[in-house]
């Protein structure tokens, strides 16, 4: 034991000297660690800044205790320090609020201080475009998009914004508005809360909300003081009921405790969205252990990352000069405050570019500044009841809303019912999705415009008691609204107000009256209202009730059953003038807008207001002051031709128009559901109907074209028919008998016409050719000399023996006849034969005789020649088709030239 006492007392001294060494290095190096001072900026006596300082604080402590080698710390400046100690700071974390941000911003840039603010969410900030503005944490504007996919996926067409009356609540609203414009979602109003509001005060301004028709309110601020205060009013009033719907932003969502969920049961609201990381779940145990049941908020995340970003950031830049170059009067102004010799911060630049590029895993996921601020990517939507909110789906940049993270978050299509959220409980604890539009609980009903006509009564017709000034109104227009109003799943009131003068007379002016309701002066327009572009500006339309379209009446005149000429009366004289004029028109028509109705006078242009009016201006015609043809739209040219369709007709082809529509203000959700109703009722008996109530004439006229009757036509209609077929037909045959007509010459000196045709076919088409036209000529009486056939034994093959004169020819009127007998001529000269031809005047007494004689002898001469050349024509080889024999002789007649013209 002694030996051993001995060593230790000698060994004690050299380990005392190691230790001695240790605690000297440690102090050296203690000495060596950079102090860098930061400020912080934040709202006093706010929940807020008490839990952000305790998180930046908890994230320096945890930092520098498992990175104990880093050559630089922070050391934290408040607000409570003076402004001379604000002298030294490189960097300010703050402010707390969107409000304080513009007074600290121009302070950082011109000192180049960066500004490092986890809680100024305003989207307005940007538009300062300070360099030193840093902001780790998502703007207010990052979520309107998400507030949108729900109004979209319940198809709500109309809502109202709550927000409280400062630069918080605002800001957002311009991106709200370009959100909603998107998905035609039209802000119907905008209620604007003062943050010092009274009860009373908030309380009329709910009651305001009531009596409007919109039950979806999104709403806009912080939880304390104004957000509890608001839903537990509201929740008084009864608006946390049945057929309300409420969406609360992140400044709620992330911010509400547990005392004020009752007032909220059944409200949506989208909410910041963090992933449960390794990181955050040790977080927030340590969290609890040091401060109790006290929850950590989204603010509190990004204090934590926002303090861990700026160690980081300064350990990187530790070799530069953290001092300030002296200035004077960095303002400007001339107040001479202590904040004007702050001077520059020579590591502002390096610093800004450290922040920029730091980049690791926090508590609130990943920090990586984009645009010198934190790019959201997902939030969450939360559905709050009694026992604390329930997640029922997310928002994803560039995918929309899911109902659970992973599968869907890759971007793949889905479906619009699959993007709705899992059922939600709604206020009134139901399930039963808010349509978003009620009749306002004051029971006024809505006021329906309807105009005052003084023509075309059957569309739209008011009358007033002049006792009671009750008004009646009546038309096609008005049963057709009712019988829509009374399909609609839900009561609507409503009541009709007649547009006028102020004197009680038509105003006429339809476009007044769909301004009118744009301005919020009549609730809907009801009436022939004509659908056009411009004023689609200003309301929206239900879909069209009646025909679409503009066509072109003119006058008729029935003459179908009068006159010779009925032939040419399927279209009457005017239809065919018109038709012409019609193709005219159709080739510089370009639409049929009165402004566009160019090239014509003025006073060629006339205007009517009734069915009457316009059939007077048909009588007069152009001429007399009236008119040629009239264009109008459809509805209005059916009541027309209801009373007078035997008198006019219609010319196509139809232009295009919308026909007429319910007008109602921009985004109105009746509109979807009347444009619904009047499908099924233009698709069922009831439209027919109600034509037939108001379209049908007071007398009954029946449309020539569909009459069951037939037109019956006598001799006389188509006497000029028959005259023109005769006349032609007498014509045509004349022409055919002498364009065929074939002259028979013969040879002189020649005694037989044995010689066989060059042609069989030709020649059997020139004898019948010939029977046709002896047949026509025989009626003619003195026309034709029949020479019957020589009886047998008078000459060979029947050829007459006697052949007296063989060299005479004989003219015209029996004149130049050689009777001498002159010398032959040769064989193949063609003699003329005579032809006997009525009115010859062959002269008076035996010399007339004589001639007769010569030329009968002549003609029974070449009779014989003719029968045999006939049957050799008709052989059996040669007999045309559809003859069984041969004629029985040969007929010729006689015309003034000096030929016989042969017809068998």
């Known amino acids: 034991m002694s030996f051993s006492n001995h060593i230790v007392s000698r060994s004690l001294p050299i380990w005392l000297f190691i230790f001695l060494i240790f605690l000297v290095l440690l102090g050296k190096s203690q000495k060596e660690v950079l102090q860098v001072r930061v400020g912080v900026v934040l709202d006093t006596n706010s929940t807020l800044t008490d839990l952000s300082l305790r998180a930046i604080n908890m994230s320096l402590s945890e930092f520098y205790n498992t990175h104990n080698g880093f050559k630089t710390k922070i050391v934290l400046s ?38 490092v603010s986890f809680s100024a969410t305003s989207p307005l900030l940007d538009s300062l475009r300070s360099p030193y503005f840093i902001r780790p944490t998502h703007e207010d504007s990052a979520q309107v998009h998400a507030i949108s996919a729900i109004i979209e996926s319940f198809r709500w067409r109309e809502v109202v914004t709550i927000y409280v009356d400062n630069e918080f609540g605002e800001d957002i609203l311009p991106y709200l508005v370009d959100a909603f414009q998107e998905i035609n979602v039209r ?32 709403v806009h601020m912080l939880p304390d003081p104004l957000g509890k205060r608001l839903f537990s009013i509201a929740r008084e009033i009864g608006m946390i009921n049945k057929g309300y719907a409420w969406i609360v932003t992140n400044g709620i969502t992330d911010l509400m405790g547990g005392s004020s969920l009752e007032d909220m049961h059944g409200v949506v609201g989208v909410k910041t969205y963090f992933s449960r990381s390794k990181e955050l779940a040790y977080l927030e145990s340590r969290w609890r252990k040091r401060f109790g049941g006290e929850k950590l908020t989204h603010f509190g995340y990004w204090a934590y990352d926002t303090a861990t970003a700026l160690a980081m950031s300064f350990e990187q830049i530790s070799n ?17 405050t202590d904040l004007d010799d702050l001077g ?41 009841e009694e026992s604390g909110e329930r997640t029922v789906g997310f928002w994803k940049s560039k995918v929309g809303l899911v109902k659970r993270l992973g599968v869907d978050q890759i971007g793949t299509n889905i479906s619009h019912s699959s993007r709705r959220p899992r059922p939600i409980i709604w206020p009134g604890d139901t399930t039963i999705v808010p349509k978003g539009w009620e009749i306002p609980t004051n029971g006024k009903k809505l006021r329906i415009a309807v105009p005052k006509k003084d023509g075309f009564n059957n569309f739209v017709k008011v009358t007033k008691d002049a006792n009671t000034n009750a008004l009646t109104i009546t038309g096609f227009c008005i049963d ?13 009131p409503y009541e009709y107000v007649s547009f006028e003068t102020p004197d009680g007379k038509a105003d006429g002016n339809y476009d007044k009256m769909v301004h009118k309701v744009f301005l919020g002066e009549f609730d809907g327009a009801v009436g022939d209202t004509t659908i056009l572009a411009n004023r689609s500006n200003y309301v929206d339309f239900a879909l069209p009730y009646s025909e679409t379209g503009v066509v072109f009446v003119v006058p008729v005149k029935d003459e179908r059953e009068k006159g010779e000429w009925v032939f040419l009366k399927p279209l009457t004289k005017e239809l065919w003038f018109t038709i012409a004029a019609a193709f005219i028109y159709i080739g510089i028509m370009g639409s049929f807008t009165f402004e566009k109705l160019t090239g014509f006078q003025e006073s060629r242009l006339k205007i009517y207001n009734s069915p009457e ?37 219609i010319i196509e082809p139809r232009y295009k128009a919308d026909g007429f529509g319910f007008a109602f203000p921009l985004g109105s959700p009746l509109v979807p559901d009347i444009s619904r109703h009047i499908l099924n009722l233009t698709e069922g008996e009831t439209m027919r109907d109600i034509e037939t109530k108001w379209f049908v004439g007071e007398q009954h006229c029946v449309d020539r074209t569909t009459s069951d009757s037939p037109i019956q036509l006598d001799l006389r209609s188509l006497r000029a028919l028959f005259m023109i077929v005769f006349g032609i037909s007498n014509l045509l045959s004349i022409m055919l008998s002498r364009r065929y007509q074939r002259t028979i010459t013969i040879p002189r000196g020649r005694g037989d016409m044995s010689d066989p045709p060059n042609n ?33 034994g008078n000459g060979p093959d029947g050829q007459d023996n006697a052949r007296p004169n063989q060299n005479r020819d004989v003219n015209e009127g029996g004149q130049g006849a050689n009777e001498t007998g002159g010398a032959a001529e040769p064989a193949d000269t063609e003699h ?13 007494g035996d010399h007339e005789a004589n001639r007769i004689g010569k030329v009968n002898l002549e003609l029974q001469r070449q009779q014989s020649q003719v029968r045999r050349r006939c049957n050799k024509l008709f052989s059996e080889k040669n007999m045309p088709l559809g003859m069984a024999a041969p004629p029985r002789g040969c007929i010729w007649h006689s015309s003034k030239r000096s030929s016989i013209k042969v017809s068998v």
Do not use: W
């Not at 030294?88 to 007074?103: D, E, H, R, W």
């Not at 943050?195 to 999104?218: G, W």
């Open 187 to 218: 802000i119907r109003y905008r209620s604007a809360i003062s943050l010092h509001a009274s009860d009373d005060q908030i309380k009329t301004e709910l009651y305001r909300l009531m009596t409007m028709p919109t039950r979806v309110f999104i």
């Open 78 to 115: 408040s607000t409570s320090e003076t402004p001379k100690e604000l002298r030294k700071v490189v960097a300010i974390i703050g402010p707390g609020s969107s409000m304080q941000a513009p007074f600290l911003i121009n302070l950082g840039n011109q000192s180049q201080v960066p500004i």
């Open 613 to 649: 009016e316009m059939r007077e201006f048909f009588l007069k015609t152009s001429s007399n002051g009236g008119i040629d043809a009239a264009f109008d739209e459809v509805p209005y040219v059916k009541l027309f031709m209801a009373k007078y369709c035997s008198e006019y007709t």
């Open 832 to 844: 003329r034969i005579v032809e006997v031809h009525e009115g010859v005047n062959f002269g008076d």
């Open 480 to 492: 057709v609204f009712d019988a829509v109003m009374r399909q609609m799943p839900y009561a609507v």
């Open 760 to 792: 069989p076919e030709d020649d059997h088409l020139l004898l019948l050719l010939l029977m046709l036209a002896s047949r026509i000529y025989q009626q003619r009486r003195g026309n034709i000399i029949v020479a019957k056939p020589n009886p047998p």
């Open 320 to 336: 530069v000069n953290m001092s300030f170059s002296q200035t004077k009067n960095i303002s400007g102004g001339d107040n001479g």
């Open 344 to 384: 520059v911060a020579l590591s502002g630049p390096k610093l800004l570019q450290a922040l920029s590029t730091v980049n690791f895993k926090g508590v609130g996921g990943r920090f990586l500044l984009k645009n010198r601020k934190l790019e959201p990517t997902t939030f969450k939507i939360i559905n709050i």
